[in-house]
């Protein structure tokens, strides 16, 4: 299955009810400053926010004014292309290797899993992939992560629990570099922006990737789970401000209706969707594609 018909599937619940409510208004407003008033509300309950909504519907409704727009199906269409217009302030996610990502966000998002498919991902596509366990915080965590290595079929650097999760990861460069791996992929303990020592660990983390492999192109992936909604606007403009983000991993998708808020994410924070976990089995990740999302969200 490809991804189109994942993203259609795993954004059915947003689309069933943003979709079935412009119908509503369709059917009950005529095309005027009460459509579009309403149509603004509509687009925040599918946990677009205020702002992003605010902005779609101001640029909607003046050029549907100065073009005496009144036919449904080309305002639904306009429609999509303002949203887009929203993706489009983040720039698409382009992968360079050797590269390393090092995977962050708070407890229970669904690191650990995201991880696991990512790797498949990327030997699907003829890259060599170690995966480095510096969650060395979780009980258990190397263990659950080793899984998910025997399962996508990659090495896994890990220590004992407790240990220094920086030099996990500088046992894992060293690994790396010498086998000249393609990808190496760095799991982190959960952690609340709140948690002052924790974010200085992931600072320390950085630096010695930055120290250890300079050549390499180092990206801070924030995994998400999708059905925070906009809330998750926040966790990312800590991690960001903390070590700077890169990308987005967008767990859970298939399980809300509050999609829109990747919408928000790119227009107001311009960082840019990179993977999509689109269900539970190792292969149901997908890179993330613009047009394809909005024809989830308002296709027929």
């Known amino acids: ?76 269409e306009e429609l999509k292309k303002e949203l887009k217009l929203c993706l489009d302030q983040a720039d698409d996610f382009v992968l360079e290797t050797p590269a390393v990502i090092m995977v962050i966000g708070v407890n229970g998002v669904g690191k650990t899993t995201s991880i696991g498919k990512m790797a498949r991902y990327f030997t699907d596509n003829k890259k060599t992939v170690t995966i480095a366990a510096a969650d060395t915080f979780r009980a258990a965590a190397a263990d659950q992560l080793e899984v998910w290595a025997e399962r996508a079929k990659v090495r896994i650097v890990k220590s004992s629990e407790g240990s220094d999760p920086s030099a996990v990861v500088f046992d894992a460069l060293s690994s790396v570099k010498a086998k000249g791996t393609d990808v190496l992929i760095i799991d982190t303990a959960g952690r609340l922006h709140t948690k002052s020592n924790l ?29 925070t909604g906009q809330n998750a606007l926040s966790q990312v403009e800590v991690f960001d401000d903390a070590v700077g983000i890169d990308g987005i991993i967008l767990t859970k998708l298939d399980g809300t209706a509050k999609g829109g808020f990747v919408l928000s994410l790119c227009n107001e924070l311009q960082v840019p969707v990179a993977f999509v976990g689109t269900g539970e089995k190792l292969d149901d990740i997908e890179r993330f594609d613009k047009d394809a999302f909005i024809d989830g969200i308002l296709g027929d």
């Open 199 to 227: 974010m200085e660990e992931l600072k320390k983390m950085s630096r010695v990737v930055a120290r250890e492999f300079p050549s390499a192109h180092f990206y801070k992936f924030i995994a998400l789970d999708a059905t």
């Open 1 to 76: 299955m490809g991804f189109f018909s994942k993203i259609f599937d795993a954004l059915k619940k947003t689309k069933d009810g943003l979709v079935q409510k412009l119908r509503t208004l369709f059917a009950r407003d005529k095309i005027g400053e009460d459509f579009y008033e309403d149509l603004e509300d509509i687009l925040i309950s599918s946990d677009i926010s205020v702002a992003t909504a605010d902005e779609i519907v101001e640029n909607l409704r003046d050029r549907m004014i100065a073009e005496k727009a009144k036919d449904k199906d080309y305002v639904i």
